[in-house]
């Protein structure tokens, strides 16, 4: 194995040889790649690898230290959980999708400098999209499309953002790039915006509503764990401490809260429940500090497996039934008993609820806003924490499993590869809630922070029970809000929409103004056709061919005129 | 409740008997209001102290009021927020 390949190039590179194998040897293979990757990680120490001069630039491939080794962990484990849940898969494009995706962005969480890692940016975005694009519908072609405009254009502002910031600084290290300034650090700025659309910041948000429900069953699992926590991470190397990110990550946290509650479609309503945890990471990253900083990337940890354990039950359903959309669901528990359970311990990771994932990691953000006194921070984060209750914790599971009536569907239960994955991550979810010291064990700085106090697990408590009394009470009277096959307009209407909309309008204008303008045009030069024509067609009077005799005779008038003028002048 | 409907009732999984989301309803009422104890304890200041960071955390079922008119109120914007929003359901189409 080559010592000072990248971490992940395996993952890349084995994945090519996919299409070529069949069977058991191609499941094996599937699996066996990331656990392979894992080793060759786990093999290099901490330090920098693959260290080369590219025309001017000086790369490091990889770099390896505590920060990126949280990631390098969780994607290796995501790569092979979902690498298990799509086992059944029969298409080898999402095979090789799903792992070059991986593959890259786990180089680009090792990437110790800005070139590999818009190298290794653009290709999570190019390999990613053939998951959603392998749906086959129109529908999911166009969002591939759309998605993939809006991650290569993200890759795009981030090279340039790179060579600016080269040409400033001469160097090119992922390291701290400094305040944001477009007239002083322009470069940065740049980058800073890159890493703000791949992590869906409030108004570059909406490529991920629109993209990852329309992916496969199977590749809105994989698309839950890499490109946002990838850019999270890009985040806390390049900007931690950024007192930006606390406004935006706010505003992340509780506006998809309000989208949520109204969606139908329930990969949807996870994919909103995405943009609002990674609102809790974002104000880790610009708190900034170690305990904020260890809680931004423990809850990326524990975040991407409830989340894909979320993403996995839901894929189970369309896998069976065909869809997601909460008003066609009710009582599938009946047909999928484990999925229902994985759903619902996934659903109380999320809500935090204590002996859970999210109980250990998310709090660590909360208590780090706290302690730094951004007090209006503090209480959106405790407000959005209420709102993960209803759209993860309650929405999810009651009404992809249960609802208010049964809707006659009658399925298998999901195949076991999918049931294994979820019984893993399941597993993990509360182990990582009961034993959190392995997962504190690897973050970035020394843990001071114990989530099992008493008044910690009462008041998680009292908000979250509360929370689902207020729950209960309302569904009693059928008060929630109902379940609508609807469409809501998020900013996607903009370019879907808006700017349609104008380009039919200003050529319902510049249209006729052209048409008119080519009309106008073609009647002047008809006109002076036709001017032409009357003095030099066949009847003009320069058309016609006129006597030798009066030919000679006008030129004798002339002469005769001219030898007048002649004798005057010499006169 | 006639023999008909009560073997209709014996014959639905217990999870969507009526009786059984009443009792489930009621034990969710009974654990809502042992959350409170230690609120109670706290004001006491028996045997309990609530870490706080902020003033009103403080306050007597402050956590417990906070979830549940959250959660209430992210139901009734729910209503008011589609009214905004939402559309038929091929508007992109």
Excluded at chain 1, 29 to 46: M, N, R
Excluded at chain 1, 130 to 147: M, N, V
Excluded at chain 1, 410 to 420: G, H, Q, S, T, V
């Amino acid at each position: 194995m080559p010592e000072h390949m990248p971490p992940g190039t395996l993952l890349v590179l084995g994945a090519l040889l996919i299409p070529v194998l069949r069977g058991h040897l191609r499941s094996a293979w599937l699996l066996a790649l990331p656990l392979v990757s894992f080793a060759h990680l786990i093999g290099l120490g901490h330090g920098s690898y693959g260290e080369i001069q590219l025309f001017d630039y000086h790369l490091t491939l990889a770099r390896i230290d505590k920060l990126s080794l949280v990631w390098g962990y969780i994607f290796h484990l995501a790569a092979f959980l979902c690498a298990l849940y799509s086992l059944h898969v029969k298409d080898p494009i999402q095979h090789m999708a799903g792992l070059i995706y991986a593959g890259s962005a786990i180089a680009g969480a090792f990437a110790g400098d800005l070139i590999t890692l818009f190298v290794c940016w653009e290709l999570t975005a190019v390999s990613s999209v053939f998951l959603i694009w392998a749906r086959h519908t129109d529908r999911s072609y166009k969002a591939g499309l759309r998605y993939l405009v809006i991650q290569v254009g993200s890759g795009v502002i981030l090279l340039a953002g790179v060579l600016i910031h080269y040409g400033d600084t001469g160097s090119l290290a992922f390291v701290h790039l400094g305040d944001l300034s477009f007239t002083d650090n322009l470069g940065p700025t740049l980058i800073f915006i890159a890493f703000g659309i791949k992590c869906a910041f409030p108004f570059l948000h909406n490529w991920l509503q629109d993209a990852y429900p329309e992916a496969t069953a199977t590749g809105t699992v994989f698309l839950s764990a890499f490109t946002t926590k990838l850019s999270v991470y890009a985040l806390a190397r390049g900007f931690a401490g950024t007192d930006i990110l606390i406004p935006i990550g706010a505003v992340m946290t509780a506006f998809p809260v309000f989208f949520a509650v109204i969606e139908n479609d329930l990969r949807k309503v996870l994919a909103y429940s995405l943009n609002n945890q990674l609102g809790f990471m974002v104000v880790g990253v610009g708190v900034g500090t170690t305990m904020a900083i260890n809680g931004a990337a423990s809850h990326a940890f524990a975040h991407i497996l409830y989340k894909a354990l979320l993403f996995m039950s839901m894929g189970a359903i369309l896998h069976r039934v065909g869809t997601t959309k909460a008003s066609e669901l009710g009582m599938l528990y009946r047909s999928m008993p484990w999925t229902t359970f994985f759903c619902i311990i996934g659903a109380m990771s999320i809500s935090a609820f204590p002996l859970f994932s999210g109980f250990v990691t998310k709090s660590m953000t909360l208590t780090a806003a706290a302690n730094e006194g951004w007090n209006l921070t503090w209480f959106v984060l405790l407000f959005a924490s209420a709102g993960v209750l209803h759209h993860s914790g309650i929405k999810i599971p009651f009404y992809g499993f249960f609802g208010h009536h049964d809707s006659g569907l009658r399925c298998k239960e999901a195949p076991l590869n999918m049931l294994l994955a979820m019984g893993i991550t399941a597993f993990l979810c509360v182990g990582i809630g009961v034993f959190p010291e392995p997962l504190y064990g690897i973050l970035p700085y020394p843990v001071e922070f114990e989530p099992y106090t008493a008044s910690h697990v009462v008041t998680q408590l009292q908000l979250l029970v509360f929370a689902l009394l207020a729950f209960a009470f309302l569904a009693r009277r059928h008060w929630e809000t109902p379940e609508l096959p609807c469409t809501n307009v998020d900013t996607d209407v903009v370019y879907r929409k808006l700017i349609p909309s104008l380009i039919r309008g200003f050529n319902g204008i510049a249209g006729p103004a052209r048409d008119a303008f080519i009309a106008g045009g073609k009647r002047a030069a008809a006109q002076c056709v036709a001017y032409a024509h009357s003095h030099h067609g066949p009847a003009g009077v320069f058309g016609r061919t006129w006597l030798t005799s009066s030919a000679v005779l006008v030129i004798v008038a002339l002469l005769s005129v001219y030898l007048l003028f002649a004798y005057r002048s010499g006169l | 409740m006639t023999d008909e409907q009560q073997q209709k009732d014996t014959q639905t999984p217990w999870i969507e008997r009526g009786s059984s989301l009443n009792l489930l309803y009621r034990l969710l009422i009974v654990i809502c209001l042992g959350l409170l104890v230690p609120d109670v304890l706290d004001m006491l200041h028996i045997g309990y102290h609530k870490h706080i960071h902020y003033g009103a955390e403080g306050w007597f079922a402050f956590y417990s009021i906070f979830g549940f008119i959250a959660y209430s109120l992210i139901v009734g914007a729910g209503f008011i927020w589609r009214r905004v929003v939402m559309r038929d359901e091929d508007y992109y189409a």
